[in-house]
């Protein structure tokens, strides 16, 4: 249920509706929009009694939302989210680009990484402290020395930081170190750790799950929301197929209808998606003319030497070709490259 105030409504009466929907053992979304504010309203299990509501001051309309997400669902909230972010924005308008190693390796690789991107205009910088690999074998990730990287390599360059949270008990650790905090595509439906992100003040990039529904991955971005942190984006990693050709099955299909039914920015990470360096430029371009908010890349100085995943990752030169490319492209989609 959407609660509409009217134009001119006070905040006097919208507190009121705040606490009547908080009497009604219901939990209250308050959406200050241009014009007027909605309230969302989720904790129902069946219909809630729209009169008791309608009827007090200030109340424009009483909207039902449909769709079993809620606050990520474009009913409630029809306006493009943005998010303001380490000194960018992701939403409507722009490609953010947010570029940067699989894994922290050592303070040189990142420091480097860092400047790179902020000579280029870049200013997100990605790379995993702790890494979810396949194999208990594999390069697992600096952990909290990897976190201490990042945060040095923000304040030396002022970069913004995206890094990976993969359990609970380095939330506070992970939050502290990043200005966005990845949800990876084995924990989507870690509810656990949903939950835990959804009190988080960081903006969420929650990845979708290698099998999951694109209403599967709302309700994951839901749960989040549903804990009062609103800031979620979307990204797109590809799924399992039967395909061989490629590591995973890059779903750029997925971007019109997620558009269509949430108002969430929604990024595409090309590199996992392939897994082939020699072809993460072309889905980097199809993913901005598909309507990608940003593209999420990996990008090593000396990829053939990475701790993991060098075989998708870009080196400098690469990358910067392609950011020429994505700006020739993004012009005449009305979108400017930040
Ligand atoms: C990553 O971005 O390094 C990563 C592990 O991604 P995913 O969760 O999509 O596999
Ligand atoms: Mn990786």
Request: hydrophobic content about 40%; overall charge neutral; proline content about 6%.
């Amino acid at each position: 249920m959407l609660v509409v105030m009217k134009t001119h409504a006070t905040h006097g009466q919208i507190d009121h509706v705040l606490d009547a929907i908080r009497a009604m053992k219901l939990s209250p979304h308050p959406m200050p929009g241009a014009t007027r504010t909605a309230i969302g309203i989720t904790g129902n299990v069946g219909a809630v009694d729209s009169r008791t509501l309608e009827v007090l001051p200030g109340v424009s309309e009483l909207i039902r939302v449909t769709k079993p997400f809620k606050l990520a669902s474009r009913e409630m909230h029809p306006a493009d989210t943005s998010i303001k972010v380490a000194q960018t924005v992701i939403g409507p308008g722009t490609l953010t680009m947010i570029g940067g190693p699989c894994s922290v390796e050592n303070e040189a690789m990142i420091l480097r990484t860092a400047e790179f991107m902020m000579e280029n205009g870049v200013r997100l910088l990605r790379a995993g402290a702790y890494k979810p690999r396949t194999s208990p074998y594999s390069f697992q990730g600096m952990g909290l020395e990897g976190l201490k990287i990042l945060d040095n390599a923000r304040r030396k360059t002022g970069i913004g930081i995206v890094t990976e949270l993969m359990d609970t008990d380095n939330a506070d650790a992970v939050e502290q170190a990043t200005d966005i905090i990845q949800i990876g595509t084995r924990n989507m439906q870690n509810f656990s750790l949903l939950k835990c992100v959804g009190k988080a003040k960081k903006p969420v990039l929650l990845k979708r799950g290698m099998s999951a529904t694109l209403e599967e991955w709302l309700m994951a971005a839901e749960y989040v929301m549903a804990g009062g942190n609103y800031n979620v984006i979307l990204c797109e990693r590809g799924i399992r197929s039967f395909s061989d050709h490629s590591r995973n099955t890059l779903d750029l299909s997925v971007i019109p209808p997620a558009k269509k039914l949430s108002h969430l920015p929604i990024m595409v990470d090309p590199s996992h998606g392939v897994g082939n360096r020699e072809f993460v430029p072309q889905m980097a371009l199809a993913s901005l003319a598909a309507g990608a908010d940003g593209l999420l890349l990996e990008v090593h100085p000396d990829p053939d030497h990475a701790a993991s995943d060098g075989a998708q990752t870009l080196d400098f030169a690469a990358f910067k070709k392609l950011l020429e490319a994505l700006k020739r492209v993004a012009e005449p989609l009305g979108k400017t490259v930040n």
